[in-house]
């Protein structure tokens, strides 16, 4: 019964590749969010969705495309893959854009 | 635009010590504040919020009180366990900032036997 579920948990891969990660709520929230935490711990907002329409777009290089098939799902593609692009990313949800958000447990993506 | 500023880490407390984490924000209009804690190898749990000025938070022995004079909300807990040892982050949400969750950097607490 996990609130935000994501896939994979631990993601290993080769430069230039492209790679999916999905997330998952059963929370009936209507936003969803995807987050960036550096090897410094430092939490850095990338995308928001609302009922599937995107409202945050931060300033992420257009490597990464956001898709939100309905509102319980919220996939991130990443193109190209670069060393730089290593970290842990986090799905969450709120129930709107005022409440606090759930997290998932993260995806640690390694470029090597 | 937003932002959350907390004490470096890491902190280093021996078991039931008293336990302040500092935290400050800049915001546009009247934010709601939130203490999320990290556990190794995990996501984020909100640990307590405030929504309003003078509101406290609290939960599992932790509280923080939001000060509009000070722009503060400092967690704090009067006995740390070992339990306790995991990285605190503090965020804030304002209509301002487009409603988006912004995060302090993280501090990370150790506590010992």
């Known amino acids: 019964d996990t609130a935000v579920s994501q896939t994979p948990k631990y993601l290993v891969t080769q430069m230039g590749n492209d790679k999916s990660i999905k997330c998952e709520q059963n929370?009936?929230?209507?936003?969803m969010y995807w987050y960036k935490q550096d090897s410094k711990k430092f939490l850095k907002i990338m995308f928001s969705y609302n009922n599937k329409e995107l409202i945050i777009n931060e300033t992420v290089p257009n490597r990464f495309s956001p898709k939100s098939p309905d509102k319980a799902h919220l996939n991130l593609h990443i193109n190209s893959l670069e060393l730089g692009d290593s970290a842990v990313y986090f799905c969450?949800?709120?129930?709107?854009?005022?409440?606090?958000?759930?997290f998932g447990q993260g995806t640690r993506l390694t470029v090597v | 635009g937003d932002s959350v500023t907390q004490m470096e880490g890491p902190v280093t407390l021996s078991e039931e010590a008293f336990l302040t984490i500092n935290c400050t924000y800049t915001a546009t209009g009247y934010p709601s504040l939130f203490w999320y804690v990290q556990y190794p190898g995990e996501g984020l749990q909100l640990l307590l919020k405030a929504t309003k000025a003078d509101d406290k938070g609290s939960n599992k022995g932790f509280e923080a009180t939001y000060r509009k004079e000070t722009t503060s909300f400092h967690l704090e807990k009067g006995s740390v366990q070992v339990s306790d040892s995991a990285v605190y982050f503090c965020?804030?949400?304002?209509?301002?900032?487009?409603?988006?969750?912004?995060f302090g950097t993280g501090t990370q607490l150790k506590v010992e036997l």
């Open positions: 969450a949800s709120s129930p709107d854009s005022t409440y606090e958000a759930f």
């Open positions: 965020a804030l949400r304002s209509p301002g900032g487009g409603n988006k969750l912004t």
């Open positions: 929370l009936g929230h209507d936003t």
